[in-house]
């Protein structure tokens, strides 16, 4: 158990709806990284969230958005869903900003019909 | 930003024998090269991890080997079990808050 909690891990809905990935991270951990694995594929980086906020952006798409709380949970907002965006979702959180060992949850998996 | 490309993509080998996972990055500012193992419905795990001023870092079966002058690091496991068998991950970052790339993943199979 690596300490990082995500919801919902099974998720299926319909082209053009909108879903909201949940994850919190380990006690302590100031550092949320989102990352998206397509089938097949490796680990593509989504956004990183630094205590509240926004430390990185990678090849995330206008559609999705994200957020971190003061608790310093995140949420992954997707909209307008594509059959494309059907994917396993991770979330991972690290104590720094600075390189060092990500701790990952055991995904949310999108399935898009 | 930072390209890694590991090799291969899926790797098959008898219980007990080495088993061996090459990547390459382009950026070379990259100091700080993990190696993570996802196993089936898990998020992937920390196995070992080396930086730049270290040419070769091991723990019990597993190495890491770095060549910073050719940008490439490799991954050493030697008497290979069944429970090795998972997806492997390669990542390159730099120091400063830069996340981590990945590459692609090598699927290795431990065949008993």
């Known amino acids: 158990d690596s300490g990082v909690t995500q919801t919902p891990k099974h998720l299926i809905t319909a082209t053009g709806q909108r879903v909201t990935l949940r994850c919190s991270p380990r006690?302590?951990?100031?550092?949320v990284y989102w990352y998206q694995q397509s089938l097949d594929q490796g680990l593509q980086f989504l956004i990183q969230?630094?205590?509240?906020?926004?430390?990185a952006k990678g090849n995330i798409l206008e559609r999705f958005s994200a957020q971190q709380f003061p608790d310093l949970h995140s949420e992954l907002n997707l909209s307008s869903l594509e059959l494309g965006d059907s994917a396993l979702y991770f979330c991972?959180?690290?104590?720094?900003?600075?390189?060092?060992?990500?701790?990952f949850g055991e995904g949310s998996r999108l399935t898009v019909l | 930003g930072e390209n890694v490309e590991q090799h291969p993509s899926t790797l098959s080998v008898q219980e007990g024998d080495s088993a061996v996972i090459k990547c390459t990055y382009s950026?070379?500012?990259?100091?700080?090269f993990p190696w993570y193992k996802q196993e089936l419905g898990k998020g992937p795990q920390l196995i070992i991890d080396?930086?730049?001023?270290?040419g070769e870092k091991k723990d019990q079966r597993i190495a890491v080997t770095l060549n910073k002058t050719a940008k490439h690091f490799s991954l050493h496991i030697t008497e290979t079990q069944p429970e090795d068998s998972a997806v492997y991950f390669c990542?390159?970052?730099?120091?400063?808050?830069?996340?981590?790339?990945f590459g692609e993943g090598t699927q290795l199979t431990v065949n008993p």
């Open positions: 969230y630094y205590n509240g906020e926004e430390r």
């Open positions: 006690s302590g951990d100031l550092s």
């Open positions: 950026d070379s500012a990259s100091n700080y």
């Open positions: 080396i930086r730049s001023n270290v």
């Open positions: 990542a390159a970052s730099k120091s400063s808050g830069s996340r981590l790339t």
């Open positions: 991972a959180s690290s104590v720094v900003s600075d390189s060092g060992e990500l701790f």
